[in-house]
């Protein structure tokens, strides 16, 4: 069946380097590809998505590109800050929306 | 509010007691979905309901596990005779339709603990 596998955490960096958490997903057919974010005490939000191989989705410095050849859906951010420090989720929608396991960053001035 | 709305936001009860835990989608959204989210844990599907089609219940752990939607709206989730590996949030999200390329929104969860 279809699923989504995500590196492990914790992911720990300081203010203002490179971040790339990694995302696989394994599906039948031509699913969307998303990110959501939950910052600590708060529920889950849509970070960004894209619906199609080749799509780039973007938000709050975020970046993720729908790459079908090797069936990935990479999230980067060229500079992170202390308030990027969440629980970073890769999601993939066909039928239902089915999650990776989750990775934890923690970003430290 | 405009989101999608769950109660209680915690639920303490003991071990073998019954649970109803509530979700009110966003007003219009026709598909609604039950997760669970255990410590330390990523995000496990329990039920799917869209429109008035039969619900996809793939995701349910166990015949303790129910749910059921009323009208198109409000969903209830039912656990009986809990145990204590039913620790953990339960979220609910909504949807626009089941077009695929429709995020889900999130209720903030029901924080349930089985002592």
């Known amino acids: 069946g279809d699923s989504v596998t995500q590196m492990e955490g914790p992911v720990t960096l300081s203010e203002e380097a490179f971040l790339t958490i990694n995302c696989t997903y394994t599906a039948t057919g031509y699913p969307s590809l998303f990110w959501y974010v939950q910052y600590p005490g708060e529920g889950l939000q849509l970070l960004l998505k894209a619906t199609k191989a080749d799509d780039k989705g973007s938000n709050k410095g975020f970046e993720a590109t729908y790459r079908k050849e090797t069936t990935s859906f990479h999230l980067e951010k060229g500079s992170v800050q202390v308030s990027d420090s969440a629980v970073y989720f890769c999601a993939l929608k066909a039928d239902k929306l089915i999650f990776g396991t989750g990775t934890r960053l923690q970003v430290f001035p | 509010g405009a989101g999608v709305s769950q109660s209680p936001s915690n639920k303490v009860t003991e071990k073998g007691k019954d649970v109803e835990l509530r979700c009110d989608p966003i007003?219009?959204?026709?598909?609604l979905y039950w997760y669970r989210q255990s410590l330390g844990q990523g995000l496990e599907f329990l039920i799917y309901f869209q429109g008035n089609s039969a619900p996809d219940k793939s995701g349910l752990p166990s015949d303790r596990f129910s749910a059921e939607r009323t009208g198109g709206s409000v969903s209830t989730l039912t656990i009986q005779r809990t145990q204590q590996e039913d620790s953990a949030v339960y979220l609910c999200?909504?949807?626009?339709?089941?077009?695929?390329?429709?995020?889900?929104?999130f209720g903030d969860g029901t924080r349930l603990s089985i002592l």
């Open positions: 007003s219009g959204h026709t598909a």
């Open positions: 999200a909504s949807s626009s339709d089941r077009d695929r390329n429709q995020p889900q929104h």
